[in-house]
């Protein structure tokens, strides 16, 4: 199993264009999220998706968009980037359903390292 | 508003000290605590915590939740460098999203 993988790793972007961070993951979780990671802030969660077909916002979400097609892919959609938009973006991903001990451990994957100029 | 609140920010230590690392919580529905270790790149898991008073244990971790004062610990005994970290404490909400505390950045110096 891959886990979670997402790509690009590195990514410079000029104010105002758009982008989309590409994660996947192939451990058949239901429940699929975006966070971003800025220095003193922790993670904070953009938007997150329970399964195809949902999604809903997390804390912050403004200036971003999801889809959820598949149960494996989870794009995230930058609109117009922003310099506040810099920052390390993750893509976890764990089962929904509340059975077994373990339920609520999100898989993450590696990151993609975004500065907007 | 959802809070997460860890302490110390940052703790510096030698090989062999044993550290607490402490997390306090504000929340709306609490479902569980999860402790994770981020190093350079993803966080990794490290304990969940449903029921308060049940010490969990993974080698020289240890952590336990107390619900009524609604706060949890994490104890690293015997540290080693491979011990320096972020450590980031998680809550489960009533919208069963994870909310981060801010996290504890510990140093073990050889």
């Known amino acids: 199993n891959a886990g979670v993988t997402q790509t690009p790793k590195f990514q410079v972007l000029k104010t105002g264009q758009s982008m989309t961070l590409q994660c996947a993951q192939d451990m058949n979780h239901e429940y699929m999220s975006w966070y971003r990671q800025d220095p003193g802030m922790g993670l904070r969660l953009i938007h997150y998706s329970v399964g195809a077909g949902i999604t809903d916002q997390g804390e912050v979400p403004n200036g971003y968009n999801v889809s959820r097609s598949t149960t494996e892919d989870f794009p995230l959609r930058l609109l117009s980037a922003a310099p506040s938009q810099t920052s390390v973006y993750f893509c976890?991903?764990?089962?929904?359903?509340?059975?077994?001990?373990?339920?609520?451990?999100?898989?993450f994957g590696p990151g993609t390292r975004l500065t907007v100029t | 508003e959802d809070k997460v609140v860890q302490s110390p920010l940052s703790l510096v230590v030698h090989e062999g000290d044993t550290v607490t690392l402490n997390c306090s919580y504000e929340v709306t529905n609490f479902r569980s605590l999860l402790w994770y270790k981020q190093e350079k790149k993803a966080p990794t898991f490290l304990f969940m915590l449903t029921s308060s008073g049940i010490e969990k244990k993974s080698g020289r971790l240890s952590s336990i939740l107390d619900k009524k004062e609604l706060f949890s610990i994490l104890n690293i005994t015997a540290t080693q460098t491979g011990d320096s970290a972020i450590y980031l404490c998680a809550v489960v909400t009533g919208a069963n999203n994870l909310f981060f505390g801010t996290g504890t950045r510990l140093t073990v110096i050889p």
């Open positions: 976890a991903s764990r089962t929904s359903g509340l059975a077994g001990g373990r339920s609520y451990e999100q898989y």
